[in-house]
């Protein structure tokens, strides 16, 4: 009878032990396919821990790369724009140091390029806060410009009440737009301080790089946009939403912009 009974223990032990694998495995699936595949073991073990998972991450690059042949899309590399002539180049003040103590002390900002089914091409302005990563402000227009450049900027600027701009370092490459006389006398008139990185050195404003990486494959290279309507609406959903409240960033310990920015737990 004992013997039976421990027999049976280890048989509902194992079974329960699979059953939990199985569903493990399907919830792994399941966010590895919504997502487009762009999602590491790093972060889908962070969304199986908000789900209420007890899992280390080992375990989780297990399951994804040797039992279930799961493998991040890489990331396709960003082409160089072409560069008018400079009003006025900044030197480096950033130098790679992409932590900021407090919020809107240190953003980053870039273009980056993106198409309709019809082939015509319009442009991204963002502006990343790099306390926290968070997306402070974002613009797609048909044209690649210094106009759009300082509208991006304006609009950070009218999202965060009380920001002391004489505090503020915004770092960008050395596109035309950003030496323009009309955006380097704009940020001279509000006390912005400019830093610009090395020209030909794209890891002088790396997190934004990771940015455009993340949202060209984790929205851009999933869909089809007939409009610009759609493109637009589309790009600040997922700036203002997917990326600043639901998915979890590495820089914040897997914690989203959001829940870093505010303290969330």
């Not at 966010?31 to 789900?51: F, N």
């Not at 407090?102 to 019809?118: G, H």
């Not at 494959?217 to 309507?229: A, F, M, P, S, V």
Request: net charge neutral.
């Amino acid at each position: 009878m004992y013997p039976n009974a421990y027999y049976n223990y280890l048989k509902n032990r194992k079974a329960d032990y699979h059953q939990q694998k199985d569903e493990i495995k399907n919830s792994i699936r399941e966010i590895y396919h919504s997502h487009g595949g762009v999602d590491g073991y790093r972060t889908v073990h962070a969304y199986l821990i908000r789900k209420g998972y007890d899992i280390s991450i080992l375990t989780v690059h297990k399951y994804m790369n040797t039992e279930m042949q799961l493998f991040s899309i890489s990331r396709k590399k960003k082409p160089e724009y072409e560069h008018g002539v400079a009003h006025k180049v900044y030197e480096n003040k950033l130098n790679q140091d992409f932590h900021a103590n407090a919020i809107n002390l240190k953003w980053c900002t870039d273009f980056t390029y993106l198409f309709l089914t019809d082939g015509s091409k319009h442009y991204n302005c963002t502006i990343i806060d790099l306390h926290d990563r968070s997306v402070i402000s974002s613009i797609t227009d048909k044209n690649i410009t210094a106009d759009l450049a300082k509208r991006t900027l304006e609009k950070a600027i009218h999202s965060q009440p009380g920001i002391d701009l004489s505090k503020l370092m915004l770092h960008s490459d050395q596109g035309s737009q950003y030496t323009s006389k009309e955006f380097t006398e704009f940020c001279e008139k509000l006390g912005i301080t400019q830093s610009m990185s090395k020209a030909g050195y794209p890891y002088d404003n790396a997190p934004m790089e990771r940015y455009f990486n993340t949202l060209k494959n984790d929205l851009i290279y999933q869909h089809y946009y007939h409009t610009e309507d759609e493109l637009y609406t589309a790009v600040e959903e997922f700036a203002y939403v997917q990326y600043n409240h639901v998915r979890p960033h590495s820089y914040n310990n897997y914690k989203t912009p959001y829940e870093a920015r505010y303290g969330v737990a």
